[in-house]
């Protein structure tokens, strides 16, 4: 059998055609009827592999037969991110011009490790992460680069940092067997994201080079501590040479105080950088731009546009005010990447720990236009309505509490019923016993919320407490959907309560 015989190559356009509009139906019927699916899978573990086959197929498959095992095995097993009622974590969307420069970036399947391996890749992700820098209000000086996710971001920050120490000579000689070189501390708040930490594993100066820094009464990073604590490594032989403040921790969302921050870093020459992964977004809002100030001075950013600007994950803005220490830290051309165009263009390659980069400023530029900067500022003030409307309904029912600020679109809160809280009055020596309690009540509501499929929240923990988290972030997500959720947990908080606290609960009225 010649070569023009044999049936190999891609799918015939024809099917491709086929399948193409039968799964843009599916995407929108599944935008469209959200509520088909529970937004928490309700499988067990091992049930989705169990279902599937043990080897790889030998021989083709149609579609059919895919698209239906997608139907009967897959979905039942997804987790709705996409949902208008996930409202845990921080919510996300993939918007439909999103999901349809998703689409486009996987037909065109290039690779934008250098200007001439897609021009238009490296080009426009230089024009939209300008058109996101001007929304959000930071100086022209911000130059940026789209990676997958914050924490490689953030990773890509230290890393900068611990290049910007010129005099160790870290990219040449490394950090280990060097004893002529002190130990590098890192600071971050006792809030700040887990990726802080991982990256000071991966750049060498392990959990012990990361100091973290107390928090305020609304868990900001405590800027006099910070002073003290530099100072006190200073004296103990340590090098300090980086902090990372936080614009909407995880937990609670607190904003970090970074102007004092900023000071105490250019004072001491510290390296600051900025991870408002989820909280930037908020900024391209003019009533909330006040929530970056500061940022201005630092040396490094991060907002994650697939948390809060409707951009389906992953893409991650990083922004860096010294652009050459970043590329000094990374930059290494073999022969084989070497071009003519040389200094005059910028080679994204130079400037992160990845060759292979998606073209993800496609589904950047889609967003940007289809929804323009006033449809984001609109849609995200939405978000920090129905998130003060649901901080309402907390604070003015007696049986819950809030428990840190809320100063964008998620809200910390427990059910604790007043009876509870008049009985702590009258018996403060009860107050290790309740606390258990409610920490054991809210956990059980939790749960029970999310088992009904109908909401997907999340928790946190504070000062020993186990809060709920409600977070709102969703394109779709409207009152009703922020309404059913505070009716869950009304209703199952007083079921629970009444199943729970006559074993559970030993103290009585009587003290």
């Not at 024809?14 to 599944?30: H, L, T």
């Not at 002529?180 to 990726?195: C, D, F, G, K, V």
């Not at 305020?216 to 604590?229: C, G, Q, T, V």
């Amino acid at each position: 059998m010649s070569r023009s015989q044999t049936h190999l190559g891609d799918m015939n356009l024809k099917d491709f055609r086929k399948y193409g509009y039968r799964a843009i139906d599916w995407i929108a019927n599944y935008l469209a009827n959200p509520d088909k699916y529970p937004v928490l899978a309700q499988v067990k573990p091992g049930q989705i592999r169990e279902a599937l086959p043990k080897s790889p197929p030998e021989n083709p498959e149609t579609m059919d037969s895919i698209l239906k095992d997608l139907d009967q095995i897959i979905v039942p097993g997804i987790t709705h991110w996409n949902h208008p009622a996930f409202f845990a974590y921080f919510s996300l969307t993939g918007s439909v011009p999103g999901i349809l420069g998703e689409l486009l970036s996987a037909a065109f399947n290039v690779n934008a490790m250098l200007w001439k391996t897609s021009p238009a890749a490296t080009e426009l992700e230089q024009v939209v992460l300008d058109w996101l820098r001007q929304m959000l209000g930071l100086p022209a000086d911000f130059q940026g680069i789209i990676y997958d996710t914050a924490s490689i971001s953030s990773l890509h920050a230290m890393t900068a940092a611990r290049e910007a120490l010129a005099d160790l000579k870290v990219r040449e000689e490394g950090l280990a067997g060097r004893s002529e070189i002190p130990r590098l501390r890192l600071y971050t708040s006792e809030q700040a994201h887990s990726s802080i930490e991982k990256g000071a594993i991966l750049i060498g100066i392990g959990q012990r080079g990361v100091r973290k820094i107390p928090v305020d009464n609304e868990f900001r990073m405590d800027p006099a501590a910070l002073r003290h604590a530099i100072e006190e490594d200073t004296r103990s032989g340590w090098r300090p040479f980086c902090v990372a403040a936080t614009v909407g921790t995880t937990s609670t969302t607190s904003i970090d105080p970074v102007p004092e921050i900023a000071e105490i870093c250019k004072e001491k020459g510290l390296w600051l950088h900025v991870d408002a992964a989820y909280g930037g977004a908020a900024a391209i809002l003019p009533e909330m731009r006040h929530v970056l100030d500061g940022c201005e001075r630092a040396d490094s950013i991060v907002v994650n546009p697939h948390k809060w600007l409707f951009t389906p994950i992953d893409a991650s803005a990083f922004y860096c005010r010294r652009p050459d220490t970043l590329r000094r830290a990374f930059s290494l051309v073999p022969e084989y990447l070497r071009t003519s165009e040389g200094e005059t263009v910028r080679n994204y390659m130079d400037y992160g720990i990845q060759l292979g980069r998606r073209f993800r400023a496609l589904k950047l530029w889609m967003i940007f236009r289809y929804f323009g900067h006033k449809g984001l500022a609109a849609r995200i003030r939405e978000h920090i309505g129905l998130a003060r409307q649901f901080t309402s309904w907390i604070d003015d029912d007696p049986d819950f509490e809030r428990l840190a600020p809320a100063p964008f679109s998620t809200v910390c809160f427990r059910a604790r019923p007043k009876d509870l809280a008049d009985l702590l009055e009258k018996s403060p020596k009860a107050a290790d016993e309740i606390e258990r309690y409610l920490n054991s009540l809210n956990e059980a509501l939790l749960e029970a919320v999310n088992a009904t499929g109908l909401a997907y929240l999340s928790h946190t923990r504070l000062r020993d407490r186990f809060v709920i988290r409600l977070a709102i972030g969703n394109i779709r997500t409207t009152e009703s959907y922020v309404s059913r959720a505070w009716k869950l947990l009304r209703d199952h908080a007083r079921r629970l309560d009444k199943e729970f606290r006559p074993s559970a609960l030993r103290v009585h009225e009587d003290g």
